[in-house]
């Protein structure tokens, strides 16, 4: 059996792989995705595998320097890491995209029961990455 923090090192080893089928085995059918800046949970699978899916349409990113920290009882973890990326296509209210590259710091707090992760909690500085993009 996996410990959470393994667990939640493969699911990140799957995102900079783009293996977004290995992502979703990692998760419980009733995954809480908490995004950034106060947008509306994600509840469920398939809500989470069309996030999965918008992001891959929009962005290019994988993630680097990441560092994860366990609390005592191992369900909670927290990682610290820099998202390398490309803004691909625009989005609704956002600037328009035309590759621009982007280097951003951020963080994320994941709770995993049960051998599967039931919360994704996700946060970096939106206006940021406004100004980053903004070229």
Request: charged share 25%.
């Amino acid at each position: 059996m996996s410990t959470s923090l393994e667990i939640v090192q493969a699911y990140y080893r799957y995102f900079n792989d783009k293996n977004w089928e290995g992502m979703l085995g990692l998760v419980d059918e009733n995954i809480r995705h908490e995004p950034n800046q106060a947008e509306e949970p994600r509840i469920g699978i398939d809500k989470f595998r069309d996030f999965l899916s918008h992001m891959d349409e929009s962005y290019d990113e994988s993630l680097s320097d990441l560092t994860f920290f366990s609390e005592p009882s191992g369900k909670k973890i927290a990682v610290s890491f820099t998202v390398n990326g490309t803004y691909k296509k625009a989005e609704a209210g956002l600037p328009p995209a035309h590759g621009q590259k982007y280097v951003l710091p951020a963080a994320a707090f994941l709770e995993v029961k049960n051998g599967k992760i039931v919360r994704v909690t996700t946060y970096y500085n939106l206006t940021l990455w406004l100004r980053l993009v903004a070229s």
